[in-house]
């Protein structure tokens, strides 16, 4: 590897992230927290408890950022070309498009990253705190770690409040429990960030919708041309869908069931 490769922004905002977050860690244990009552008074329970789930959430962080979000295969095998029965299977209105960027035949519902330079299959967005996008591979895991996350922040925050002491005289006051009292706000923000995306995402996981769409559906042809949202079925299925993957199928298949569902006659 060569040395520059060491200061992509990647690496950089990965271990941006690690030391941050093993920093306001040790902050909360340095200080007079319950934290750290709880490890004088030999409770060790809580704070390995803690300890385990700031371990869990930068794993699931590392996993997230590292892993394949769904890229398009540039050159796609023999057994995953598109057959002509899948191909007649797509409504004529919304032919399959090839990417102007690296020129693969794109499937429904995915987008051309400019900064990973791939098309990614049911895109969402491209995370500048991970610099990997977020597809159709990650966004499962990715909602775990939202939700591992803001447990985490939440107990970080009020571990933090536990330890502040307002009523001491303020130079003391701003030697003793200024950088606590300072995590205590970049906590607070981490955790209003990080409720408005969970927040966000289980609306789009629930109404089996993404970012890219929900933002610019105005500018997607096949989301122009289609009243609603062709691929909602509803909160059980979509749900059962996003983490276990059922109903199985490509969103072509999906997509022509709808139509057919929507264009049989009722009964």
């Known amino acids: 590897m060569a040395p520059w490769a060491l200061l992509s922004p990647g690496v950089l905002v990965r271990t941006g992230h690690t030391v941050l977050t093993w920093g306001i860690t040790l902050v909360l244990f340095l200080h007079d927290t319950e934290l750290r009552q709880w490890e004088e008074q030999g409770e060790l329970l809580l704070p390995l408890t803690f300890l385990l789930l700031v371990l869990g959430s930068?794993?699931?962080y590392l996993a997230v950022s590292l892993m394949d979000p769904g890229y398009v295969n540039v050159q796609p095998q023999p057994q995953?070309?598109?057959?002509?029965?899948?191909?007649a299977m797509v409504p004529p209105a919304i032919p399959l498009r090839r990417c102007r960027y690296?020129?693969?035949?794109?499937?429904?519902?995915?987008?051309h990253c400019r900064e990973c330079r791939r098309c990614v299959r049911r895109y969402d967005h491209h995370c500048p705190w991970?610099?990997?996008?977020?597809?159709?591979?990650?966004?499962?895991?990715?909602?775990?770690?939202?939700v591992l996350q803001l447990l985490v922040l939440l107990w970080g925050l009020y571990l933090a409040?536990?330890?502040?002491r307002f009523f001491q005289p303020w130079g003391l006051w701003l030697r003793s429990s200024g950088l606590l009292f300072a995590t205590f706000l970049l906590l607070?923000?981490?955790?209003?960030?990080?409720?408005?995306?969970?927040?966000?995402?289980?609306?789009?996981?629930?109404?089996?919708?993404?970012?890219?769409?929900?933002?610019?559906?105005?500018r997607i042809a096949y989301l122009r041309q289609h009243p609603g949202n062709p691929f909602d079925r509803g909160l059980t299925r979509n749900l059962a869908h996003f983490f276990?993957?059922?109903p199985s199928g490509s969103w072509e298949t999906l997509w022509a069931e709808e139509e057919e569902e929507g264009s049989s006659p009722a009964v």
């Open 58 to 60: 930068l794993l699931l």
């Open 80 to 87: 995953e070309e598109i057959k002509e029965e899948q191909t």
């Open 102 to 111: 690296c020129l693969v035949l794109q499937p429904l519902r995915a987008r």
């Open 130 to 146: 991970m610099e990997n996008c977020v597809g159709e591979r990650n966004h499962p895991l990715f909602v775990v770690y939202l």
């Open 161 to 164: 409040w536990s330890g502040l």
């Open 188 to 218: 607070s923000l981490f955790s209003l960030v990080a409720s408005l995306l969970l927040a966000s995402h289980l609306y789009l996981v629930a109404s089996n919708t993404t970012t890219w769409e929900f933002m610019s559906s105005h």
């Open 244 to 246: 276990c993957g059922w």
